[in-house]
């Protein structure tokens, strides 16, 4: 069964440090998702893209986050400066299009930062 | 302000009986509605989705049923299994141009008993 890989499962860093998570979406999916999700809560959309493109980064905190899709395959989120706040799980997520509902989650990254 | 409510965190149920987790939504414009099942350290899995023409869709032993006047829907898990227990959120999405995003529930915290 075909399945969204990220990297790494676990992150423990000290703040001020970078950061960064990899994801490989179902194969053939278009559509690529980062969501950061804190314990209690639903998960938060980052970042959305299309391909290569990206859709929505509306919610990204552009000034420490970053996040690409060169080729709009696999995709790495990137943290710099990372801060206390950060600490979450970061979840990566694919559907096979843009406008098509269901998106398919990995296992996500459990990012400490201390 | 919460579009998607899941108005319970917890729930506990014996194993063999049902399990009804209830979720609450505001936007009309939402025309489809999803559940996701959540282990802790794990992402989201997809269990079952209904598009808003429908009041009804069966997967095995997980129902979701949509009241769309109510803006009320709910998923059924007959029989409950100890397997079972885990985080389950509803998400709901409307199409926005050629987009759709889900918006996410805070999740119930559902505990099978043997």
């Known amino acids: 069964e075909a399945e969204v890989a990220q990297s790494p499962r676990y992150k423990i860093t000290e703040k001020s440090q970078a950061v960064a998570f990899w994801c490989d979406p179902i194969?053939?999916?278009?559509?690529l998702y980062w969501y950061r999700q804190i314990l209690g809560q639903g998960p938060e959309l980052l970042v959305q893209f299309q391909d290569e493109s990206v859709v929505d980064d509306s919610q990204l905190p552009k000034d420490r986050f970053s996040a690409e899709r060169l080729k709009g395959v696999d995709s790495t989120l990137k943290i710099q400066p990372a801060e206390l706040g950060d600490s979450a799980m970061y979840l990566c997520a694919s559907s096979l299009a843009v406008g098509l509902g269901t998106q398919y989650f990995g296992p996500g990254t459990r990012l400490t930062v201390l | 302000d919460q579009q998607v409510k899941q108005n319970s965190p917890s729930l506990s149920v014996q194993e063999g009986r049902i399990s009804i987790l209830n979720c609450d939504y505001t936007?009309?414009?939402?025309?489809?509605f999803l559940w996701y099942k959540k282990y802790p350290a794990e992402g989201p899995t997809f269990l079952i989705s209904i598009s808003s023409i429908k009041d009804k869709n069966e997967d095995g032993r997980f129902t979701v049923f949509l009241n769309k006047s109510a803006k009320h829907l709910s998923l059924h898990i007959v029989p409950s299994q100890p397997g079972d227990s885990a985080v389950y959120f509803c998400a709901a999405s409307a199409r926005s141009g050629n987009n759709r995003k889900l918006i996410w529930g805070l999740g119930t915290s559902l505990a099978v008993n043997p």
């Open positions: 936007n009309s414009m939402f025309d489809y």
């Open positions: 194969s053939g999916h278009a559509t």
